[in-house]
């Protein structure tokens, strides 16, 4: 079974922002980001000597970590934006093909077989199949590159019952 896919940037950042908060470790970012601005609100909170006003400490806390947050998923975003292009194979075409072994990859840059006792987890969503095979490293396989509906679900069965994640 196989399949030629073209990702995009767009598809690259869809991806990310679909992943925003199903990703574990986005989670981790998002606690520590409400963290330092926590223990910065509390610091400028008692630098007086007065009493914590803790409406407000909650408030700036949540507000500031937030935006912090933001700013790091941002400023993350564009840096992979601009590090993706065809020559390092993330955008581009590719041809995924399920062999007995595993799932194959192949771009201009790389000829790449994913075992498939190595693939951690298969998901599909309504614009993608995503295959991740490491932390923060994903195959992605846009939707509306197969030629229909059926396609993709098959697709998407066929790696999903071989990797059995």
């Given at each position: 079974?196989?399949?030629?896919v073209?990702?995009t940037?767009?598809d690259?950042a869809?991806?990310?922002l679909s992943?925003l908060?199903?990703?574990?470790?986005?989670?981790?970012?998002?606690?520590?980001?409400?963290?330092?601005?926590?223990?910065g609100?509390?610091?400028?909170?008692t630098?007086?000597g007065?009493?914590v006003?803790w409406?407000v400490?909650l408030?700036?806390?949540?507000l500031?970590?937030t935006?912090l947050?933001?700013?790091?998923?941002?400023?993350?975003l564009?840096f992979?934006?601009?590090?993706?292009?065809?020559q390092?194979?993330?955008?581009?075409?590719h041809t995924?093909?399920?062999e007995?072994?595993?799932l194959?990859?192949?771009?201009?840059?790389?000829?790449?077989?994913?075992?498939?006792s190595a693939i951690?987890?298969?998901?599909?969503s309504s614009?993608?199949?995503?295959?991740?095979i490491?932390?923060?490293?994903f195959?992605?396989?846009?939707?509306?590159?197969?030629e229909?509906?059926?396609a993709?679900?098959?697709f998407?069965?066929?790696i999903?019952?071989?990797?059995?994640t």
């Open positions: 079974m196989q399949v030629e073209t990702v940037r767009r690259i869809r991806f990310n992943k908060f199903r990703l574990k470790s986005n989670l981790i970012v998002l606690a520590f980001a409400y963290l330092v601005v926590g223990m609100a509390l610091k400028g909170a630098s007086d007065q009493g006003d409406v400490f408030v700036v806390t949540l500031g970590g935006l947050f933001g700013a790091i998923v941002i400023v993350s564009i992979v934006l601009i590090s993706s292009n065809s390092n194979g993330v955008v581009g075409p995924y093909t399920i007995e072994r595993g194959r990859e192949l771009t201009k840059a790389n000829d790449t077989l994913n075992f498939w951690r987890k298969v998901d599909k614009t993608a199949i995503s295959v991740e490491a932390p923060w490293l195959h992605v396989l846009p939707r509306r590159e197969f229909s509906d059926e993709y679900e098959a998407f069965r066929e999903r019952s071989r990797a059995d």
